[in-house]
């Protein structure tokens, strides 16, 4: 497919990378793609950033039939573009798309366009060290229709967002709070999809949570609500003993590439990295006898997220010391390094743009 670029006259210009928040600011141009049960995904296009008309009876607005994904494009020092295990996102795009009876993408196409954008866009994209360009592909589903089922049409758009860190702490650690009355996720639902819902539905106790001075909800399994889950917008790892632990797929956990990227790195450090059922109560069990060395958050806009305190009901868990951990350290260290071109990329994770 051709894809057709309408570049726009006056072009913006980037702030300071100093200046930079996260996802308030937006590039000149965006891809656009629609999807009708004829044509296919067809009319993939770049065009100057703009507003989408909608009829009010538009079925995402209604019925939630969104999903979307997250990644960045970093600067090297000698000026390269490059994407980290962006196949991973957009695989993971499609799988979402399946659950949500959306019609998936060819995932060489969508590449190739998130590319082109880039490409064009290359300008926006900062250079400072923990600044880099957010990329958010998202589909929405498109019929004016009342009434529950599928849509017919789709539109598919990226947008970019030139980025500095995501938490105001950046790396310093975060203070987060279990929900103990709410829950994100269960099995059978929605939870391991990237999915429009699953953000909505956190919201409550997210902001209650904040209300609190807590970063983000860690989610307790939806069930018996005894498993450690997720946080808002990040896996979590803990570091009992010798073992770094991480809550295993379940189907309501989203499957985070920075969590499999730390995974990936931790057995190759030799480290012992497991993947299973957490209770609650045996992180305060760890957190009562001192085995309770770390904590930390990992998700593509942070990172990985130090956490220095856990709240869980009346209970305040404390972590090391207030600082960073030594564990969060070097798998941020290293995952950047390979971000931004400063570490050999031996596992092919680096594409260029
Ligand atoms: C996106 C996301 C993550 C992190 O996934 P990454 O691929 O590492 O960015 C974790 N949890 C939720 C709920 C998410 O939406």
């Not at 589903?141 to 849509?151: E, K, M, N």
């Not at 950046?170 to 709410?182: Q, Y």
């Not at 993947?275 to 305060?284: G, P, S, T, W």
Request: aromatic share 10%; charged share 25%.
């Amino acid at each position: 497919m051709e894809i057709k670029i309408i570049e726009k006259e006056l072009k913006g210009t980037r702030p300071d990378d100093s200046l930079l928040g996260f996802g308030t600011l937006f590039t000149d141009h965006m891809f656009n793609m629609d999807y009708s049960p004829e044509k296919g995904w067809h009319d993939p296009r770049i065009e100057p950033f703009h507003d989408i008309p909608l009829s009010p009876a538009t079925m995402t607005l209604h019925y939630g039939q969104a999903i979307f994904e997250g990644l960045k494009a970093y600067k090297t020092a000698d000026g390269q573009i490059q994407l980290f295990r962006a196949r991973d996102n957009f695989k993971r795009f499609n799988r979402s798309a399946k659950g949500l009876c959306i019609p998936e993408l060819d995932v060489d196409f969508a590449m190739e366009s998130l590319k082109r954008l880039l490409k064009l866009e290359s300008h926006w994209i900062p250079g400072t060290p923990g600044t880099s360009l957010y990329i958010r592909p998202t589909i929405i589903a498109t019929d004016p229709f009342l009434g529950v089922r599928a849509s017919h049409t789709y539109r598919y758009f990226i947008i970019l967002s030139p980025v500095g860190a995501y938490y105001a702490e950046g790396f310093n650690p975060v203070k987060i709070l279990i929900s103990t009355d709410h829950v994100r996720a269960v099995r059978g639902g929605v939870g391991e999809y990237k999915t429009a819902g699953n953000y909505a539905a956190s919201l409550y106790a997210s902001e209650k949570a904040k209300e609190q001075g807590y970063a983000q909800v860690l989610w307790l399994d939806g069930v018996e609500r005894k498993y450690i889950e997720e946080v808002g917008a990040m896996n979590i790892f803990f570091v009992i003993g010798d073992e770094l632990i991480t809550p295993s797929l379940n189907g309501s956990i989203l499957p985070g590439i920075t969590r499999d990227s730390v995974i990936q790195l931790g057995k190759k450090w030799h480290m012992k990295v497991t993947e299973r059922k957490l209770a609650v109560d045996e992180v305060v069990a760890a957190s009562q006898d001192g085995s309770l060395k770390e904590v930390f958050g990992s998700g593509t806009a942070a990172v990985i997220s130090p956490v220095k305190e856990i709240r869980y009901g009346d209970r305040i868990m404390q972590i090391g010391d207030g600082t960073p951990g030594e564990t969060a350290v070097k798998f941020n260290n290293a995952i950047t390094d390979i971000q931004y071109g400063r570490a050999e990329d031996t596992k092919n994770w680096i594409e260029k743009v």
